[in-house]
């Protein structure tokens, strides 16, 4: 039964994938939670202690990692050089919000290790909200359910917002950035991370650009990605041929997951898809 239900989930995720390559769209709203409830039901079933859903990052320095994430080190790697601006910055005792927290690995090894004043995660996925719930429920962190363009809180309520790999699934990424500066308190951070393809980064540029933000740090991560795909690939592979599913969906999971040769991977190699990270900050005014 596990077999057949399997299947036809990746049968799902498979189509999803490949229409969005081929018409180079952005799902709305109700079909992104639908994709996302899908990948989270999926991952219960076959990726169960895997609680982050990034590419990951790798720059040559060994950070230590706590325990909890040792099989999840790249994906980790990210949200810290992300969040930290590479150790740049402090963010012990401040109010972190992270919008798009997916199985909220990332928040949880954010505020396991560097302990914010306050953590929280916003998510779309009711799915993916509920096994954070569940599986974080230890850390001192709050999720809850919500849309990147309309964030459930007051005004200059957090010192710093991140955002990783999720941008790309918005429709109106002006109305998140909007919210964004709303939420931020006065020289509050907002870190993003995310990857577009190539014909669409000036787009993301120009878009960040009229966030009304100011942009203190612009860097093409994209070769950093790749490293980490290219380190993690093979533990990938391997554990995809334990999972009981027809070979096609196998290919599926590799494309999902960006290893060697997948498509993915491809597309971070030769450039056609690139990965940004930028930090900007709220100005006083
Ligand atoms: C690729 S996952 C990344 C999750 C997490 N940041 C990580 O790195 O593990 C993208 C996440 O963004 C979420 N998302 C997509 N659209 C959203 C929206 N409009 N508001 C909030 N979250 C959204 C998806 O449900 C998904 O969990």
């Known amino acids: 039964m596990k077999f057949y239900i399997l299947t036809f989930k990746l049968f799902i995720i498979r189509l999803t994938m490949n229409t969005l390559n081929r018409c180079n769209i952005v799902l709305p709203k109700i079909l992104c939670e639908r994709f996302y409830n899908l990948v989270t039901e999926l991952s219960d079933m076959i990726f169960a202690d895997f609680t982050c859903m990034n590419y990951g990052y790798d720059n040559g320095n060994d950070i230590e990692i706590i325990e909890e994430f040792k099989n999840e080190r790249y994906p980790a790697q990210l949200y810290n050089y992300v969040a930290t601006f590479g150790n740049r910055l402090n963010i012990s005792n401040l109010d972190l919000l992270e919008v798009g927290s997916g199985r909220g690995g990332g928040l949880s090894y954010l505020t396991q290790s560097y302990k914010p004043k306050s953590s ?9 909200v509920a096994f954070c719930k569940t599986r974080h ?41 909007n919210e964004v500066k709303r939420v931020l308190r006065k020289d509050g951070y907002f870190c993003i991370a995310d990857f577009r ?65 997948s498509r993915k991977y491809n597309d971070f190699k030769s450039g056609i898809r690139q990965y940004y990270y930028f930090v900007l900050q709220k100005q006083k005014i």
């Open 137 to 177: 429920k230890a850390v001192n962190a709050c999720f809850l359910q919500g849309n990147s363009q309309s964030i459930p809180f007051p005004d200059e309520s957090f010192d710093i917002v991140i955002n990783i790999e999720s941008s790309h699934c918005y429709q109106h990424i002006q109305l998140f950035l």
């Open 197 to 261: 393809d190539s014909h669409k980064l000036e787009d993301f540029f120009s878009e960040l650009n009229s966030s009304g933000l100011k942009i203190v740090h612009k860097e093409n991560i994209t070769q950093n990605v790749l490293k980490a795909l290219t380190l993690s690939s093979n533990d990938k592979e391997e554990f995809y041929k334990t999972i009981n599913i027809p070979n096609i969906y196998r290919k599926t999971l590799s494309d999902f997951a960006g290893t060697i040769g």
């Open 120 to 128: 929280t995660g916003l998510e779309l996925s009711p799915k993916a």
